[in-house]
DNA sequence: CAGGTTTCGTATCGATCACTATGGAAAATT
DNA sequence: AATTTTCCATAGTGATCGATACGAAACCTG
């Protein structure tokens, strides 16, 4: 329900919107908000300036634009992984393992967007950076709110601070994501995942421990 | 042995280099290579355009000399603890804990200046997202270096993968880069780190599981 | 067909980018 | 003091930045 293909009269458009878009959004995920010139934008689209202005208004609104396209089509599913009717460890497994393939896909730029974005900027693109880290800070609430729905239903210690731990594997995301750049692979970044798994188990022991009993272990591989 | 203060004759400079070079230091650190510009460098150091080129040359120049300064000043003491004479873990330790405090020293910008200062670039700057990524591989080398060690002394069970786990541990240093560039503490991040250290338990145990033994436990719990 | 509307291609716009030419001023050497 | 050497300040270099003005071309509605 937006506006679909309502061509309220006028010359048609020579070009695909969404084909442009994708490849924006590809060139942006490789070079950043502010190091993507419009000529290589205008090269990578198969455009011509006008056309891309006319169409996306200017910059900044084609790079939000993009960031939309890939939360929708490169990591909205590895975030459906705490959707995911599974118990709470097994659905942070699958984001970060979720996360170990999207940052390493074969013709994509490695690392995630909302990382290489824009991390550093300009002072006039401030405005970009704190949209990205909204990104950023808004996967670290939703891993948070999976955490606490499964310490209500008490799969996790109730005294475990929810807080830091979506703050350690939201960084651990990050890390991958850089790793990634570094030409880590897919198995690299799953072995990765595996071992910031590992702290898991740790991690609930350590509650648990820290709840009375000190060398009682409750239940601890996978 | 170097150009030390040894002038040979002519007007001396009216400024002080190691001053100047800090402040665009800073300003790197802050807004990367490419979003800091020419004008910003000149405000801040308190220069002339030829007072700054002169002195380093050109912008690159400046930019590997500041990464030079940074690496020795404000992150040396932290790769210094991997020489440390205690255990590896606890020489672990000590580099998380110190990156912790590097990463958000009040008055200084956030995070860390490898990340910081070039992730994404231009292809004209694809040379110096090469040189930060060879200071980034440098000290994950130097992590699996320590680990190496460690294993060999006995610290580490013989079976563990030093590569993997220097991986996983320059990526928890990469992720609280990225933490602490969207507003983490120290705390925050000292909290983190310690949860990517019970990684280090749990993976230990592991490790040595799948020696043999299933359940004779090796020490944890420092 | 005429009128209205939108996009097209071409050729730029002013601003900013990293960088430097020029010539005089200041200090060391002779 | 004469010479040499280096640095200073002013001003401006060509190139590239993001973004547009312009008029012709292509569609819809009457």
Redesign the interface.
């Known amino acids: 329900m937006e506006n679909s293909e309502k061509s309220r009269g006028g010359r048609p458009r020579a070009f695909d919107p969404e084909a442009a878009l994708d490849a924006a959004m590809h060139l942006f995920?490789?070079?950043?908000y502010?190091?993507?010139?419009l000529a290589?934008l205008r090269k990578a689209m198969g455009l011509t300036p006008p056309q891309i202005y006319n169409a996306f208004t200017d910059k900044e609104t084609l790079f939000r634009r993009a960031l939309a396209r890939y939360h929708e089509r490169e990591v909205g599913f590895a975030l459906d992984a705490l959707g995911a009717p599974v118990p709470v460890k097994e659905a942070i497994r699958l984001l970060l393992m979720g996360a170990a393939e999207a940052y390493t896909r074969p013709g994509k730029p490695g690392g995630c967007l909302f990382?290489?974005?824009a991390?550093?900027?300009?002072?006039q693109?401030q405005a970009i950076a704190d949209e990205l880290?909204t990104y950023?800070?808004a996967t670290e609430a939703a891993i948070a709110a999976r955490l606490g729905k499964g310490q209500e239903a008490g799969e996790l210690p109730a005294n475990l601070?929810v807080e830091?731990?979506a703050?350690?594997l939201?960084?651990?995301?990050?890390?991958?994501s850089?790793?990634a750049?570094?030409g880590?692979s897919a198995e690299?970044l799953r072995?990765?995942a595996g071992?910031?798994l590992?702290?898991?188990?740790?991690?609930m022991r350590?509650a648990a421990d820290s709840n009375g009993e000190t060398d009682a272990r409750p239940v601890?591989?996978d």
């Open positions: 995920w490789e070079h950043g502010e190091a993507t010139s290589m990382i290489s974005g991390l550093a900027t300009s002072p693109a880290k950023r800070k601070s830091r731990l703050k350690y939201t960084g651990v995301m990050h890390g991958m850089i790793q750049r570094d880590a690299d072995a990765l071992i910031a590992a702290a898991w188990a740790a991690e350590k601890l591989h």
